[in-house]
């Protein structure tokens, strides 16, 4: 189902801000792009892929560095200070033996080596080899449809699980991204102001 896209920016600029950005613009219409001719047709779907989005990215809809980091260097410092400081259990930004490191990249903070050579696969591309491809847009748009159609983020969670016919959850389908749903209600809110936004043509 093709989204009306004049519809969704009018009320967009209604339920978030009247003044959208370039980068904001440019990352829906990529979105868009890859959700028209698919299969998927259900817009809670599309509401909540725009609202991880929305939230990882601070509301930029354009792929970052982790830490929202202008060089790797940057991100890697910023991924050290957070280990350093006890908040996660392993410095994942440590360059491995090829000279990459695998902070969070894209429209969804892809992390772990061993997730990019996975996710690399699924995409068909060098990923692990090139880990900067994860900020190109349309391969971050792919990353974010697979993995949160997939479950590949964290398995076995993904869309379906819950939106179903009978089913509608929004505040728990954050653990397709994060477990201890982690500002799940802050993300539930904004998926509903996107799904309100969202037409049909």
């Known amino acids: 189902m093709a989204v009306d896209r004049n519809t969704f920016y009018e009320r967009c600029r209604k339920n978030f801000n009247k003044n959208l950005s370039d980068t904001q613009i440019k990352g829906y219409e990529a979105i868009f792009d890859y959700w028209d001719p698919s299969p998927l047709n259900d817009g809670r779907w599309l509401a909540y892929i725009l609202a991880t989005a929305h939230h990882e990215m601070g509301g930029r809809i354009g792929p970052v560095r982790e830490g929202f980091c202008d060089t790797d260097e940057g991100s890697i410092r910023a991924v050290t200070n957070l280990f350093n400081k006890g908040k996660i259990r392993r410095n994942y930004a440590l360059p491995h033996d090829n000279g990459n490191s695998y902070f969070g990249r894209g429209l969804v903070q892809i992390t772990h080596g061993d997730n990019y050579f996975k996710m690399g696969k699924v995409l068909g591309i060098p990923l692990y080899e090139y880990p900067s491809l994860a900020l190109d847009l349309d391969t971050s748009v792919k990353i974010i449809y697979e993995g949160m159609t997939n479950g590949f983020f964290r398995p076995p969670h993904k869309l379906s699980t819950y939106f179903t016919d ?10 397709i991204i994060n477990g201890g749903l982690d500002r799940a209600g802050d993300i539930k809110k904004i998926a509903l102001k996107y799904f309100d936004a969202i037409e049909w043509k």
């Open 166 to 175: 009978t089913t509608t959850d929004w505040l728990n389908a954050r653990n």
